[in-house]
């Protein structure tokens, strides 16, 4: 395959900056909002988020290995046109529902949920398969990868700063937009990878990753590191608005934050070139929990101090994204399974990550609720609960993490 051009890149890429705009809110902002808009409890929510997302999380593999079997015909821009009216229609309904009772607002937002996780589902694991298969030149893998974060970077900016400013009524116009147009450059202007055909077509095609040593240690490490990227993710809100007293601040915050992991990703990627994508993402796990764990001891008010912790840590952000999906082709091309069962391995890499997401809602929400944290209710004993959960756990998790990155056989591929 020739070398991808810089257009090639960013044709590819930019679909990523919608899919960014609706991962940040219904994965942060959905709590809070049907706490405070249908005086929903922690518990049914963090209840009703566990459940949505466990059955999102195990259609990932049967996704994957429908878009297997079908690429070689389709290819796949087909699973992306079809994903297209299940976002859309998904995020209008979950963010803006009519006036109900708490019942019938409860079952609404479980079936917006669906419809939006499923719509998601399809549309990021063809394209992070699509990336897979463009290339598995270690010069050009991380740079694919990285096109298409840093354009997700954006996205979440945006979503965080017009959420803040303007509200979600134009966050969902701009995310509509942007949807369409990402989708026509992807569709029209960004290379198609060859598509070898499948070695076979059944059940078992979900399970081909786990056949692999190196897949099962990356993923030991990803389900790890995820959870403890999630766990923050899922209380974010609730830590500014009760911990810091700061709710006014959060969307900066937010955009700190992502900014620097945008700023941080171009020498993430010079640097997994120079000494590979598991070594630098071992220390991007380092630097990140030697950075956060300060986050446990912030006072109310502490809005510079955090900042300062948002664009740290947000720097270390930038590995996260970039190289781990790059790691992920490194194993699918070692594995002899390029241009044929990509969609299979970013099935099982979306269950783990929406499987993270479901345990750290559907855990710390209602442990919070249980050691005394109430949303808008601020208290001795669940402010500590809050800075436990947001900052001690998630460090712990990610030195974890970075263990298990230390003993996988991944540096070298």
Request: net charge positive; hydrophobic share 55%.
């Amino acid at each position: 395959m020739n070398r991808l051009s810089a257009h090639a890149y960013l044709a590819y890429g930019l679909f990523g900056l919608p899919l960014a705009l609706v991962a940040l809110p219904i994965y942060v902002y959905v709590p809070q909002f049907y706490a405070e808009r249908f005086g929903l409890s922690l518990s049914l929510i963090g209840a009703t988020l566990l459940i949505a997302r466990v059955f999102d999380a195990f259609i990932d593999p049967l996704l994957g290995m429908w878009i297997d079997h079908s690429k070689s015909s389709h290819g796949y821009g087909r699973f992306i046109l079809l994903a297209l009216p299940l976002l859309a229609g998904g995020f209008l309904a979950l963010f803006h529902p009519p006036q109900f009772t708490q019942g019938s607002a409860l079952i609404w937002f479980m079936a917006s949920l669906l419809l939006v996780y499923i719509g998601f589902s399809l549309a990021s694991i063809a394209h992070q398969s699509w990336g897979a298969a463009l290339t598995q030149k270690l010069n050009e893998r991380s740079s694919l990868t990285a096109s298409r974060e840093a354009c997700g970077l954006v996205g979440v900016i945006l979503a965080a700063s017009l959420t803040a400013w303007l509200g979600l009524s134009w966050l969902s116009f701009i995310f509509i937009a942007s949807l369409l147009v990402s989708s026509i450059v992807l569709l029209k202007l960004a290379p198609e990878p060859v598509h070898l055909p499948s070695l076979n077509h059944n059940w078992a095609m979900m399970l081909t990753p786990f056949h692999t040593l190196r897949f099962r240690w990356l993923f030991a490490v990803l389900l790890v590191n995820g959870i403890a990227a999630s766990i923050p993710a899922t209380l974010f809100l609730f830590f500014a608005k009760d911990r810091l007293q700061l709710p006014q601040y959060a969307g900066i915050f937010l955009m700190l934050y992502f900014a620097a992991a945008a700023c941080s990703m171009p020498a993430w990627v010079a640097l997994a070139k120079r000494h590979g994508e598991a070594r630098i993402w071992l220390l991007a796990m380092l630097l990140s929990a030697a950075i956060f764990v300060w986050a446990y001891g912030l006072p109310a008010g502490a809005a510079l101090p955090f900042g300062l912790i948002c664009v740290l840590s947000g720097l270390t952000l930038g590995a996260d994204l970039a190289l781990p999906p790059a790691l992920l082709a490194a194993v699918i091309n070692q594995a002899g399974h390029s241009g044929q069962r990509e969609g299979s391995y970013f099935g099982a890499w979306s269950w783990a990550t929406k499987m993270n997401l479901a345990l750290a809602a559907g855990i710390s929400l209602p442990l919070l609720q249980q050691l005394g944290y109430v949303p808008g209710v601020i208290n001795s004993n669940g402010a500590h609960a809050l800075a436990v959960g947001y900052a001690l756990l998630p460090c712990l998790l990610k030195l974890t993490a970075a263990a298990i990155l230390w003993r996988a056989p991944l540096r070298g591929i």
